[in-house]
């Protein structure tokens, strides 16, 4: 999730575990750090844009580490304040605004390496978008009402209720991806076309208009449907997946490493002379934020070159108009 999110969610919980024991400034303030300090491997440099990409959300996001973390950090944090006699639940506080992090970042699309040190499978449920103002709002009115009130009795019920709230958004989008996977379903049976792997997203900024994308052989199909749609099945853009080049380039590195950190949705596609690697679960087509040119195409064999990142995002002139309208109901195709 975005940063703004994380550190609401932070102090949240901060303010939640702590309660009365210490002021309520204080464990605000500490949440969020703690529900900040996961991110900043954004720091490191891996040595290329594809290694840094996935390798984000790794050790720094697995609870293990956090958890070991947790302890030197909660116990330097009571001596700092002299309230060494409420170390154990400054310790619950750290702990609970650390390992929180990186599940809400496992509901997003991206990829969290919960299971390290024995796994760095990238987790993703991909229920939410990574900015989404109706889970994040809760959040920050609750823990802003315990600011203003100086922790009384309704500002740490309204911070409660805040964390309550933005727990069921995440549930209530579990719940719509499970509805709209099935229509999706549904509807590539309909039209014959037989999917190896379906991937079920929130389309910006809201758990009302989904995109999904469904990989079959050579090729991907894409597709949005709004709860508000009033048609029963879906429609699918067809498109190439560049089956020939994955083919000549599949013991390239960042290929690799995509392929497997994507769970097979990615394309590689030329443009000019340049190779370009994308991954498909964030953007729409034509436009990716996470694509990399990886090699050029002077002769064969394809020459590689150190990944270089070339993403873009869609046009905010032509995607917002569309976005709202698509997402009460309208049947537009998506802007190219």
Do not use: C
Not at 162 to 185: D, H, I, K, P
Not at 213 to 231: K, M, N, P, W, Y
Request: glycine share 8%; net charge positive; hydrophobic share 50%.
């Amino acid at each position: 999730m975005d940063s703004l999110s994380q550190i609401a969610l932070g102090a949240a919980v901060g303010v939640a575990t702590m309660g009365r024991r210490t002021a309520v400034w204080k464990a605000a303030l500490w949440g969020a750090v703690a529900g900040t300090l996961p991110d900043l491997d954004v720091l490191i440099d891996h040595g290329d844009p594809v290694r840094n990409m996935v390798l984000h959300r790794a050790e720094t996001h697995a609870p293990f580490w956090l958890t070991l973390f947790s302890l030197p950090l909660a116990a330097g944090i009571a001596r700092l304040h002299g309230e060494w006699a409420q170390w154990r639940r400054w310790w619950l506080a750290i702990w609970l605004a650390l390992v929180t992090h990186p599940l809400l970042d496992a509901m997003t699309v991206y990829g969290t390496q919960l299971a390290l040190p024995w796994s760095n499978h990238p987790f993703a449920v991909g229920s939410v978008f990574i900015i989404d103002p109706l889970y994040t709002l809760p959040l920050l009115a609750g823990a802003g009402w315990a600011l203003a009130t100086r922790g009384t009795g309704r500002g740490l019920a309204a911070n409660v209720a805040g964390l309550v709230l933005s727990t069921a958004y995440l549930a209530w989008g579990v719940f719509a991806q499970q509805q709209v996977e099935r229509v999706a379903r549904a509807s590539l049976a309909a039209q014959g076309i037989q999917a190896e792997r379906v991937l079920v997203t929130p389309a910006a900024f809201s758990s009302v208009l989904w995109r999904v994308v469904a990989v079959s052989g050579d090729q991907f199909h894409e597709g949005f449907r709004s709860l508000l749609d009033t048609t029963p099945l879906m429609a699918f853009d067809r498109f190439e997946r560049g089956a020939a080049l994955a083919e000549e380039l599949k013991g390239l590195d960042a290929v690799q490493r995509i392929a497997a950190f994507s769970k097979g949705f990615y394309k590689l596609r030329l443009e000019g002379d340049r190779v370009l690697l994308s991954d498909l679960r964030m953007g729409q087509e034509p436009n990716y934020i996470f694509t990399f040119e990886v090699a050029r195409r002077h002769s064969a064999p394809v020459p590689t070159i150190p990944p270089v990142q070339v993403g873009t995002r869609l046009d905010l002139s032509r995607g917002l108009p569309w976005l709202w309208r698509r997402t009460l109901g309208e049947p537009l195709a998506p802007p190219r």
